[in-house]
């Protein structure tokens, strides 16, 4: 028997296949969501947060963040303990999870799933019920985005290369159920079963993996390659104490149990104009800076960020709310008199629809009846400008604390 993996542009009758081939070979599945609920609960992270990193959408706050970083980090390690178990036997994976799986690991049945664009749309139309057009234009994105994160995170330009797979399938010729015995027709074929180079590379998976998690809970964001307990370590920013920075990133990997030999060089992508930067996971980097005068807001976020703290910033009550929507800070430092949607109405939105956010209220112009207001609404901190900034990173630091904990 082997591992199937299954990946799949969209709407290319995937988890359709998925369930036929459980059903016919009795094989476990490992759900994406399990591979996430497991690398959220090793890793501290929010569900949430872990399986935005399947996903090319970025958060405006992850080059402060590198949570995606982190987040992948995890997942792999996931991944690789559970080759390690399992010894990779009667297996069924699917998703963008599948890609980070080494191609030194052999013994992987792998599967691609395509169709042509008319059947797509098809499938979307009658799914989402939308109309043709809304339906081809959100699948084009879907193959744009799959197309960025596959280049970014696996370093491959073609989702689909025949050279990375062991059999492509076009859905749009084939039903499930003859797409599920062809698959299955190969399945006790010489080249699946386990070697002893391809069980080496499993190790090396794991080994690789946790000396990432270990180097990006230490605020690192480096590449990383292990072969046969051997770990090569790439730098890809400009680093102006290159020894320092080789010292501690040597101390950190040699307590990793399993290593016996370290290299650190500098990547083909090194890129002398992007300064590397250690980050601090304990201080405040998802804050978002909420008021209309432009310049101090934009001071504000620069000032911060000097003091590592990471920031977005925006200039009106509406702009704010849509961000919070779909990517929502940790905590916000909100000016209470703007133009359109004030403080206090923002202040009750988001208390309401995001309680978890902690709001501290930093404005020039209010009066004691609003900051008792605001403290009943659920404000963190009720702050007055002009604010020295290191009573702002102080109240920012315990509202962040707060957040942390509240998590766990």
Known sequence: MAIITIFSADFCKENELISKLGEKTGFKLTSVDQIVSEAATLSGMDKAKVKKALSFKTSVFERFTHEKKFALAYIKLVLSKMLMVSAGRDLILNGYATQLIPREITHFYRVGLISDMQSRVDAMM????????????????????QLQWLARYCELDDPFNPADYDLIIPMNKESVKDA??????????DIFQPNAASRQAIKDFNLQATVEVALAAKGHNVIVHANCFKINILINKNVTRLGRLEKELRSIVSQVDGVDEIEIGVSKHFNKNDIYRKYDRSLPSRVLLVDDEQEFVETLSDRLTLRKMGSAVAHDGESALKLIENDPPDVMVLDLKMHGVDGIEILKRVKKDNPSIEVII????????????????????????????????????DANEKVKKSAL
């Open 126 to 145: 009658e799914s989402e019920k939308i109309s043709e057009k809304d339906a081809e234009r959100t699948i084009r994105k879907l193959d744009t985005e």
């Open 180 to 189: 599920a015995d062809l698959i299955i027709s190969h399945i006790d074929d």
């Open 362 to 397: 930093l404005t020039g112009h209010g009066s004691e009846e609003d900051k008792e207001k605001c403290m009943e609404l659920g404000a963190f901190a009720y702050l007055r400008k002009p604010l020295d900034i290191s009573e702002l990173s102080a109240v920012l630091k």
